[in-house]
T-cell receptor, first 112, second 111 residues
Framework: NAGVTQTPKFQVLKTGQSMTLQCAQD?????MSWYRQDPGMGLRLIHY???????DQGEVPNGYNVSRSTTEDFPLRLLSAAPSQTSVYFC???????????FGQGTRLTVV | DAKTTQPPSMDCAEGRAANLPCNHS???????VYWYRQIHSQGPQYIIH???NNETNEMASLIITEDRKSSTLILPHATLRDTAVYYC????????????FGTGTRLTVIP
């Protein structure tokens, strides 16, 4: 039981490049979400999903796309990276009911 | 808008109880109080949650006032490994588990 797995752990991008941050969970959780955390701040919700085929925007969705084709995977796509997207990204999953959320270990992204 | 208010930082002596307060005066009837912590830059870790009764698990105790407008997380015997940022979050128990993280309380356990 690996929990929530994020890859890669570190990434450096040039402005304008695109990439996908991967998130996978093996707990059969319906709910998955992506957060970003900037220095000295709490986590902010980017996008979330309540099940396969269903996604919705969170607090800071601009510049990011998501899809949920399977229960296990919830990739986050940066379409055209900008320095403002330099942050640590966390993926989380939980059941919808009785919702203790499990977080991955994060992806540290730097856009230069 | 933040639904909770926490002190930005606290210190606690190793081995003593750490009492972390949280105000949530606008909490709704269907919202629970959750506590998470974040050690260094790791992913947040769930600690405990409750509705109106006091709760205890292997990590901590949660005391919620009768009017539910505030709560206290208690770490009974703080260790150096409890040094972390602690987040108090109010959230409905069912539905999309969108957590609003404020800036939390940075707890430093002192040897």
């Amino acid at each position: 039981n690996a929990g929530v797995t994020q890859t890669p752990k570190f990434q450096v991008l040039k402005t304008g490049q695109s990439m996908t941050l991967q998130c996978a969970q093996d707990m059969n959780h319906e709910y998955m979400s992506w957060y970003r955390q900037d220095p000295g701040m709490g986590l902010r919700l980017i996008h979330y999903s309540v099940g396969a085929g269903i996604t919705d925007q969170g607090e800071v969705p601009n510049g990011y796309n998501v899809s949920r084709s399977t229960t296990e995977d919830f990739p986050l796509r940066l379409l055209s990276a900008a320095p403002s997207q330099t942050s640590v990204y966390f993926c989380a999953s939980s059941y919808l009911v009785g919702a203790e959320a499990f977080f991955g270990q994060g992806t540290r992204l730097t856009v230069v | 808008d933040a639904k909770t208010t926490q002190p930005p930082s606290m210190d606690c002596a190793e081995g003593r109880a750490a009492n972390l307060p949280c105000n949530h005066s606008t909490i709704s009837g269907n919202e629970y109080v959750y506590w998470y912590r974040q050690i260094h830059s790791q992913g947040p870790q769930y600690i405990i949650h409750g509705l109106k009764n006091n709760e205890t698990n292997e990590m901590a105790s949660l005391i919620i006032t009768e009017d539910r407008k505030s709560s206290t997380l208690i770490l009974p015997h703080a260790t150096l490994r409890d040094t972390a940022v602690y987040y108090c979050i109010v959230n409905p128990l069912t539905g999309a588990n969108n957590l609003f993280f404020g800036t939390g309380t940075r707890l430093t356990v002192i040897p």
